[in-house]
Structures are given as structure tokens and as C-alpha cells.
């Protein structure tokens, strides 16, 4: 074992918790810097059309991240648990397997996506004003799918084994040359929403490279052999029964965060912009409860695979206790200098005004989503990846598509919108409690 990489399965865990979360949680949090050097770019030389153009792009964008990510995640799992049970050949196999199919799953959305940028955006009556911006923005962004792809399963294959420390180096690395690359192309090249694309495309390719580097350099059951690549059908098959389900869980939410949009886009240029600065300060506060949420199901994945129920239980409470700390803390910082932060995206009051109201019925509840992401966390380690996915399908979406023509059609005002997010978690979560309590009564012994 390196020295990068954490003993699961003995020892203390708080401390080693938070050695795995607290560098995923900022992995997270460069992810969003590649956005949000985009949207601070545009919206301090470019103006707020081009800012709101993006923000129109941000549940798409999502919506395909959430998937690709859900899949890794079952890749995660899969290695994670076999390492455990020092399934050595199996590991090996699963690392392959995943290297493929992210490579070929990262080709297909590419090509997906193109083909549905047009009657997505007449779907979300984009309003004309920003609607041109917005498709050439995400048409170069989809280019840079496969690269997307391959780094996502290449730092789960990281993760299996403790290490988040070499995704968050190789993301933290892409991040400055995005920044670098967004004031090139914009202020010295005049590019404008396709210059900041572009960067961001090339920001996920470097990215990647680093990584499959580092995989060919790596030690022990993680190490990428190019020339041996397969496709071993048992393991391709419980990534995918992992990994679907998770990814279509994160995907329920950008489906559900796309009517929202669609709904703020009703409201005009002002709540665009504002939804598009908040919410590019509000997912560092999630990043930390789901880097928190992932520490669960990694740990969970290798006690699981070794047979050691109760530890994965206190993996589980401890993960959560840990999230409530560290998440509660970056929420204070961010409602007490609200307008501040905000007003480094754009200086309109009424943007900043709007993204406030946003922040305060987002960040403030979001103590829900400790529970919320660490049970399902949990269950995901446990390899029982079908039943959050289909409790969050029916509470979240359900709950937001009644909100908004209900509540929001009957007093369409911006803070009537924003209440939605924090009534569908708790209703979520609710149900998440009881569905956990349910395995863990029925829990059965992990593969062998």
C-alpha cells in the first residue's frame, strides 16, 4: 500500500474518513471551478446574456456528468469490494472492464448529446435572447465527453483503493490551465462563449491524461495494463447494476433541476444569471456531503467484501456525523458573506439579490442532504444501488413536477420556485430512512 492509499478494513475510521473525503470533496469543488471559471469569465467581460447562456447549460451539463458519474460509481463499488475480499484476479478484471466502458460510454453521450441539442433547448423554450450562445456552448462542451468519461472511472479506480488524492492533483492541475486558457481565448483572442468551451474541453482532456498516466504507473491490482484490456462479462454486468441506477438517482435531479430551469427562464435574464452565480457557490456545499457520501460507499464496498458488517455500519453514522460538521461550517461562511461571493459572478443588485434568495432556500436546509446522500452512500456499498435510484425517481421528481404546476403557477415569484429543492429532500429523505432500516433487517452476505 503507498502512501497515498487508506487501509479500510483496520484501525480507526473518523480520521480516515476524512483524509478520503476531505480530498474528494475538493475534487468536487475543481470540477465546479471548471464551470464556474467560465460563468465568472463571461459575466465580468462578456455580460450577463452570455452568463445566463451557461446558466442554461448547467442542468444539461448535469444531467450527463450525474450519469457518467453514477456509472463509475458502480465501478467504485465493484473494485472496492473485491479488494476487500482480496479477490485479486476479479479486481484486476473490474479495472479493465472499467477503463472500456468509459472510454466507450464517454463516445456514445458525446454523439447523443449532439444529435439532442436542438429539441432540448426548443423543449426548455430558451428564451431567443441567449439561445445561440447557449447551443454552440454546449455543442464544443459535448466534445469533451469521452475525456470527461475516462476521468471520472479512472479516479474511481483511484478511490477503490484510498486514493483521492491523485484525481483531485490531476483535476487541480486542469482547473488553473481552464482559468488560464477562459482569459486567453476571451480577453486576448475575442472567442467569447466558445472560447471559455473550448478551454474547459481541453481542461477535461488534460485531466484525463494525467490520470491514465498514473494507472500505467501505479502499483498492485489498479495497475492499467493498455495491451491486456478485456471485458470480463460478471464484472461489466455489477458495475452496470451498480452504476445505472446511481447515475439515472444523479440524473432524476438534473431532469427535475431542467424543469426548474425552464421555470426560471419564465422569470427572465435577472433570475438566470442569479441561478446560474448561486448555483455554482451552493454545489461546493454539496460537494462536501457527497465527497462524505462516497467515503461511505467505498468504505462500506471493501468492509462489505470482507464480511465485517459492523464496521460498515459505523463507516455509515460516522460518514454522516463528519458531513453535518464539515458541511454545517461552509454554510455559515457562505450565507454570512452571501452578496459578497456573489457579487464576484456579476454586480447587477437585482442578480445579487436573486442569488441570495436562492442561496438562503438551498444552502441553509442543506443539513437534509447529509442524511439523504450518506444512506444512499451506504446502500450503494452494500451493492443495493436500485432502491435509492427509484425512492429518489418518485420523491424528488415527483414532488418538484407537482411544486411547479401547483405552488409556482399560482404565485410565480422566484422564491416560490426555490422552496421546492429543500420540500423534496426532506420527503426524500423520510422515505431513504425507512428504506434503509429495510435492508439492513434483510442484509445478505456479499458475492464470493
Not at 191 to 215: D, K, M
Not at 356 to 372: D, F
Not at 390 to 407: D, K, N, P
Request: glycine share 8%.
Amino acid at each position: 500500500m503507498n502512501a497515498r492509499e487508506i487501509d479500510m478494513l483496520r484501525g480507526s475510521l473518523w480520521d480516515k474518513i476524512i483524509l478520503f473525503a476531505l480530498p474528494l470533496a475538493l475534487t468536487g469543488v475543481m470540477q465546479q471551478l471548471l464551470n464556474a471559471a467560465d460563468v465568472v469569465t463571461l459575466g465580468k467581460f462578456v455580460g450577463k446574456h452570455a452568463m445566463a447562456a451557461v446558466g442554461n447549460n448547467i442542468s444539461m451539463v448535469g444531467l450527463i456528468v450525474s450519469l457518467l458519474m453514477g456509472l463509475s460509481l458502480g465501478a467504485n463499488v465493484v473494485i472496492a469490494q473485491n479488494i476487500g475480499a482480496n479477490r485479486i484476479d476479479r479486481a484486476q478484471s473490474a479495472v479493465s472492464t472499467a477503463f472500456v466502458l468509459a472510454a466507450a460510454a464517454g463516445i456514445f453521450f458525446c454523439v447523443i448529446g449532439e444529435l439532442l441539442v436542438a429539441p432540448i433547448f426548443y423543449l426548455l423554450e430558451v428564451p431567443t435572447s441567449v439561445v445561440d450562445m447557449a447551443e454552440s456552448y454546449l455543442r464544443i462542451f459535448l466534445l469533451g465527453l469521452p475525456a470527461m468519461s475516462l476521468y471520472n472511472f479512472q479516479a474511481a479506480i483511484f478511490r477503490s483503493k484510498g486514493d483521492t488524492r491523485t484525481p483531485l492533483i490531476a483535476l487541480a492541475t486542469a482547473s488553473g490551465i481552464n482559468i488560464l486558457l477562459n482569459l486567453l481565448f476571451v480577453l486576448e483572442f475575442d472567442w467569447g462563449i466558445e472560447g471559455v468551451a473550448a478551454a474547459t474541453v481541453l481542461a477535461n482532456v488534460v485531466s484525463a491524461i494525467i490520470l491514465f498516466i498514473e494507472l500505467l504507473h501505479a502499483e498492485g491490482v489498479i495497475k492499467l495494463h493498455p495491451n491486456a484490456l478485456i471485458v470480463e462479462r460478471d464484472e461489466l454486468f455489477e458495475i452496470l447494476r451498480i452504476g445505472l441506477p446511481a447515475g439515472v438517482q444523479g440524473m432524476v435531479f438534473s431532469l427535475s433541476n431542467l424543469l426548474i430551469q425552464a421555470a426560471i427562464n419564465a422569470l427572465g435574464a435577472d433570475a438566470m444569471a442569479a441561478s446560474a452565480a448561486a448555483f455554482t457557490i451552493e454545489i461546493n456545499v454539496f460537494c462536501v456531503v457527497n465527497g462524505f457520501g462516497q467515503a461511505a460507499t467505498t468504505f462500506v464496498g471493501q468492509n462489505y467484501g470482507a464480511g465485517n458488517l459492523p464496521r460498515c455500519k459505523r463507516v455509515t453514522w460516522t460518514a454522516m456525523g463528519l458531513s453535518a460538521l464539515f458541511m454545517q461550517t461552509l454554510c455559515f461562511v457562505i450565507l454570512f458573506f452571501a452578496e459578497e461571493i456573489l457579487s464576484l459572478f456579476n454586480t447587477d443588485p437585482e442578480v445579487i439579490r436573486l442569488g441570495v434568495i436562492r442561496l438562503w432556500y438551498i444552502v441553509a436546509p442543506e443539513i437534509i442532504n447529509v442524511a439523504m446522500e450518506g444512506l444512499s452512500g451506504a446502500l450503494r456499498g452494500y451493492g443495493i444501488s436500485l432502491t435509492p435510484a427509484v425512492i429518489t425517481l418518485i420523491c424528488v421528481c415527483g414532488v418538484r413536477v407537482a411544486w411547479i404546476f401547483t405552488a409556482f403557477a399560482k404565485i410565480p415569484t422566484y422564491a416560490t420556485l426555490m422552496a421546492v429543492y429543500p420540500i423534496s429532500w426532506f420527503i426524500t429523505t423520510i422515505v431513504l430512512i425507512a428504506a434503509y432500516s429495510y435492508h439492513m433487517k434483510r442484509l445478505k452476505p456479499a458475492r464470493k
